[in-house]
């Protein structure tokens, strides 16, 4: 199993978590399966960015992220050298730290 830092997030995650996921299943799966209710407004198909995280640690164990989350990234809230699509990201054997973006495009059409 491959151990997942949460840092906090006001919301979906206030104490922040450690949750440990099998190699092979996406980062959004994993998150949630240990109850952490990340937004995946497409059904983890790559056609939102709702599932957006920032990979603090690990990211450069990943596999690159495709033209296509490339090009839906480009459209998330807050986006970073080290963003990526946590249903797009497959979990490997190394431990990754991911932060949570305060909001989404979803919460932003809504709220402002
Ligand atoms: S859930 Fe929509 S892009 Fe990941």
């Not at 050298?81 to 054997?93: A, G, M, T």
């Amino acid at each position: 199993m491959t151990v997942i830092k949460v840092k906090p997030h006001k919301e979906l995650c206030p104490d922040g978590a450690v949750i440990k996921a099998s190699p092979g299943e996406t980062l959004a799966e994993a998150l949630l399966d240990n109850d952490i209710k990340i937004e995946h407004a497409c059904e983890l198909s790559c056609a939102c960015t709702t599932c957006h995280v920032i990979v603090r640690k690990g990211f450069n164990s990943l596999d690159l992220a495709t033209e296509e989350e490339e090009d839906m990234l480009d459209k998330a809230w807050g986006l970073e050298s080290e963003s990526r699509l946590s249903c797009q990201v497959v979990i490997e054997n190394e431990e990754l730290e991911v932060e949570l973006p305060k909001y989404t495009i979803n919460m932003v059409s809504e709220e402002h």
